[in-house]
Nanobody, 124 residues
Framework: QVQLVESGGGLVQAGGSLRLSCAAS????????MAWFRQAPGKEREFVAG????????FYANFVRGRFTISGDNVKSTLYLQMNSLKSEDTAVYYC?????????????????WGQGTQVTVSS
């Protein structure tokens, strides 16, 4: 079992920055990667950014590339998402997740552990 707890969300003006954190505990030694997803009201949960199990490779959705950076601290078992140049359309609940499938995709169905989410609201 893996437990994930997100933090760092809040209210920020457009153009501002936030850093989300996701503290992992439990059986974190074996996973196939971690990722951030988000879900806006009335919309499907969507992939934002992911990092491989080795921590060496990062992947981004087109709509955040160049603005968001995903990183991990293996010592602290913590995943981060640095979000810069925020836009009103980035408003959503952000979730971190652990991929439990060995398939090399970032579909949410491949992720077996999820945090409770943290709200990010960007005012225009």
């Amino acid at each position: 079992q893996v437990q994930l707890v997100e933090s760092g969300g809040g209210l920020v003006q457009a153009g501002g920055s936030l850093r989300l954190s996701c503290a992992a505990s439990g059986r974190t030694s074996s996973n196939y990667g971690m990722a951030w997803f988000r879900q806006a009201p009335g919309k499907e949960r969507e992939f934002v950014a992911g990092i491989s199990g080795s921590g060496r490779t990062a992947f981004y959705a087109n709509f955040v590339r160049g603005r968001f950076t995903i990183s991990g601290d293996n010592v602290k078992s913590t995943l981060y998402l640095q979000m810069n140049s925020l836009k009103s359309e980035d408003t959503a609940v952000y979730y971190c997740a652990v991929r439990t499938s060995g398939r090399d995709t970032w579909l949410k169905e491949e992720f077996g552990y999820w945090g409770q989410g943290t709200q990010v609201t960007v005012s225009s």
